[in-house]
């Protein structure tokens, strides 16, 4: 499985990754930099990929984590996001809905929608999983002049970075972001400073998938139980709506006047 490191140490906030990633998925909409799109973070429905400022005037790279369990592709409803063998979480506009359950799945609230256009799409980084099938490196990781982004193999990087740790143990907090939270991700962090900034928190270690599962599994019998309760109840109000019109037309016949044995 392939995966990012991101050494933020190393990270001098030119954002030429940003332009990379713009340059190959260019904007649906001209309102690109427009403020009320772009959410705080720098993400929006035409941006995939962000440099946030953090503490101590360090950059950092913000975009899809590409976890190795994915909650966005758990609580996809019809398939529309899948985690490839590769690594990348990809997206297939063909069988969206729209409901937007990854946006609220999220724990690092990376999936944006098109606001502005008439047919929204739900948008994110995929990890350039097309130049990764022709052989080429992520274009954010190609387009860094500083290595402050590097590629390869999730456990290879993972190795790397725990031995760059061991190596300058002065540098570095001795953690690497993404190892084990939310069940890991396919974007690892090294720092010099905490990133709880971008959304990253040691209380979770397990993949939210894992959590959610068991009620996801219920799901078809809380379902079923709704169902069948709704079909009882309007059952009961239909055959209370019924006996009245009963009671109402009985009412009816006995108070008519009945006829005399004079008439």
Same mark, same amino acid.
């Given at each position: 499985m392939y995966a990012?490191?991101?050494d933020v140490t190393k990270c001098t906030g030119c954002e030429r990754c940003v332009a990379a990633c713009m340059e190959v998925n260019p904007p649906d909409? $001209? @309102?690109?930099?427009?403020?009320r799109l772009n959410g $705080?973070? =720098?993400l929006s429905g035409n941006r995939f990929l962000a440099i946030n400022k953090i503490d101590d005037g360090r950059f950092a790279r913000k975009a899809c984590m590409h976890c190795v369990e994915p909650s966005c592709v758990s609580a996809c409803l019809v398939g529309g996001l899948t985690k490839t063998?590769?690594?990348?979480?990809v997206y297939d506009a063909a069988k969206c809905i729209g409901c937007r359950y990854c946006m609220l799945?999220?724990?690092f609230h990376i999936p944006r929608y098109q606001w502005d256009t008439t047919h929204p799409l739900i948008r994110k980084c995929d990890m350039c999983a097309e130049r990764l099938h022709q052989g080429q490196l992520p274009a954010c990781v190609e387009a860094c002049p500083n290595q402050a982004i590097i590629f390869g193999e999730r456990e290879q990087l993972l190795k790397q970075a725990h031995q760059t740790i061991n190596r300058r143990p002065g540098r570095y907090i001795p953690h690497v +972001? =993404?190892?084990s939270e939310f069940g890991g991700t396919s974007v690892l962090y090294l720092s010099d400073v905490d990133l709880q900034e971008l =959304? +990253?928190?040691e209380q979770v270690q397990a993949g939210i998938p894992s959590l959610t599962i068991p009620l996801i599994e219920k799901t078809p019998f809380i379902g079923g139980g709704v169902a069948v309760g709704l079909l009882a109840v309007n059952w009961i109000i239909r055959r209370r709506m @019924?006996?009245?019109k009963q009671r109402a037309d009985e009412h009816q016949v006995r108070n008519q006047d009945v006829p005399g044995e004079d008439d």
């Open positions: 990012i490191l991101v909409s $001209r @309102q690109v930099d427009d403020d $705080r973070d =720098g063998k590769d690594g990348p979480v799945a999220c724990p +972001w =993404g190892e =959304g +990253w928190t @019924q006996l009245a």
